[in-house]
């Protein structure tokens, strides 16, 4: 018997909750989840040329220790402007979004490009200042490698490029859920991607 086929999309900047959603609303359904801004950083970590490295992506190139610095998303963001490397990782996205089972897929152009169909639809945001607080503080914040200056100019030269690129740019999908996360908790977030997708499933159920 074929399994449900659900696809939950999940888009937004840098820093805006997107991972800790996604992992929560996979576990609370037991959907599979891909968290896509890993494929570009691997892309942008292994070094030589990008579009080859795109095409010969593999698993163990996910397991790098240095995945989720702040260069290695610099780097993802840099090679991810380019239309070769996207279109490169298109199909497995593709077919993960829509394996059995379920799926929930993170990054910036689910909605958009990969998943158009996808049954719930979320763009997840929060202000550049709080963005790039949590990933301040994520990095030891006084402690820590980088002022807090530092990180908020990297987020926002992220922003920048991942909005304005011509190939996919970020924005939400027309008929996304907006879930600004300035000034909600972790629980209060999570909610709210949960709600959408009970009511998602509920009106797939009754057609
Ligand atoms: O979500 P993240 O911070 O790990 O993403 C790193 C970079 O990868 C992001 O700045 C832009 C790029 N990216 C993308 O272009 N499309 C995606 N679906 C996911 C990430």
Not at 155 to 162: I, K, N, P
């Given at each position: 018997m074929s399994e449900v086929v659900f696809t939950v999309a999940i888009d937004g900047p840098a820093a805006a909750g997107k991972g800790t959603i996604s992992r929560a609303v996979a576990e609370r359904f037991g959907f599979a989840h891909l968290d896509t801004g890993a494929l570009y950083r691997a892309v942008g970590v292994k070094g030589g040329d990008p579009i080859l490295a795109a095409q010969t992506l593999e698993a163990a190139d996910l397991q790098r220790g240095d995945l989720r610095s702040l260069e290695a998303g610099q780097a993802a963001s840099r090679v991810a402007a380019?239309?070769?490397?996207?279109?490169?990782?298109?199909?497995?996205?593709?077919?993960?979004?829509?394996?059995?089972?379920?799926?929930?897929?993170?990054?910036?152009?689910?909605?958009t490009v990969i998943c158009p169909a996808a049954e719930v639809k979320l763009y997840v945001t929060a202000?550049?200042?709080?963005?790039?607080?949590?990933?301040?503080?994520?990095?030891?914040?006084?402690?820590?490698?980088k002022p807090f200056?530092?990180?908020l100019a990297?987020?926002?030269?992220?922003?920048?490029?991942?909005?304005?690129?011509?190939?996919?740019?970020?924005?939400?999908?027309?008929?996304?859920?907006?879930?600004?996360?300035?000034?909600?908790?972790?629980?209060?977030?999570?909610a709210a991607a949960v709600a959408a997708v009970i009511?998602?499933?509920a009106a797939s159920q009754g057609e």
């Open positions: 380019i239309p070769e490397v996207r279109a490169a990782l298109l199909e497995f996205q593709r077919r993960f979004a829509r394996r059995d089972g379920g799926a929930v897929l993170d990054g910036r152009d689910i909605g202000s550049a200042g709080i963005r790039a607080r949590r990933r301040w503080l994520e990095l030891g914040g006084e402690a820590g490698p200056e530092a990180v990297e987020v926002v030269e992220r922003d920048e490029r991942d909005m304005n690129r011509a190939d996919a740019p970020l924005k939400p999908a027309e008929d996304a859920l907006i879930i600004d996360t300035s000034d909600l908790s972790i629980e209060e977030a999570v009511a998602a499933r």
